[in-house]
C-alpha cells in the first residue's frame, strides 16, 4: 500500500521559515512528478508547487521567490522549503505523487502562520 507521510508542520511568527518533508513509500519514487497542495479552511484545496521526474519545477504565483521544492530520489522525499511566511500561508499542506493513472495523497500537516 502506498503511503505518503507529510511532516515538519508546526506553528511560525510570519517573516519565519518551515521545512516540511513528504515521505513515500513508492517503489518507482523517480518516475513521478511530487507536488504539493494546501487548503485553508473554507477554501478549495489549491496547487502550491511541483517538481517533475526531471527536476522541471513549478510554483504558484502567491508563493514564487518564497517556497523552494526539492527531491533527494534516493531517499523518496520531497521537500518543500518555506521562507518570509505570512497568515495567508495558513493551511493543511498535503503531498501527492502523479504517474499516469496513479495518484496519491497524504494525510497533510498543518502549517499555522501567526503571532
Known amino acids: 500500500q502506498v503511503q505518503l507521510v507529510e511532516s515538519g508542520g508546526g506553528l511560525v511568527q510570519p517573516g519565519g521559515s518551515l521545512r516540511l518533508s513528504c515521505a513515500a513509500s513508492?517503489?518507482?519514487?523517480?518516475?513521478?512528478?511530487m507536488a504539493w497542495y494546501r487548503q485553508a479552511p473554507g477554501k478549495q484545496r489549491e496547487l502550491v508547487t511541483s517538481?517533475?521526474?526531471?527536476?522541471?519545477?513549478y510554483y504558484a504565483d502567491f508563493v514564487k521567490g518564497r517556497f523552494t521544492i526539492s527531491r533527494d530520489n534516493a531517499k523518496n522525499t520531497v521537500y518543500l522549503q518555506m521562507n518570509s511566511l505570512n497568515p495567508e500561508d495558513t493551511a493543511t499542506y498535503y503531498c501527492?505523487?502523479?504517474?499516469?493513472?496513479?495518484?496519491?495523497w497524504g494525510q497533510g500537516t498543518q502549517v499555522t502562520v501567526s503571532s
Open positions: 513508492l517503489s518507482r519514487f523517480s518516475i513521478y512528478t
Open positions: 501527492n505523487a502523479f504517474f499516469g493513472g496513479s495518484d496519491y
Open positions: 517538481i517533475t521526474s526531471g527536476g522541471r519545477t
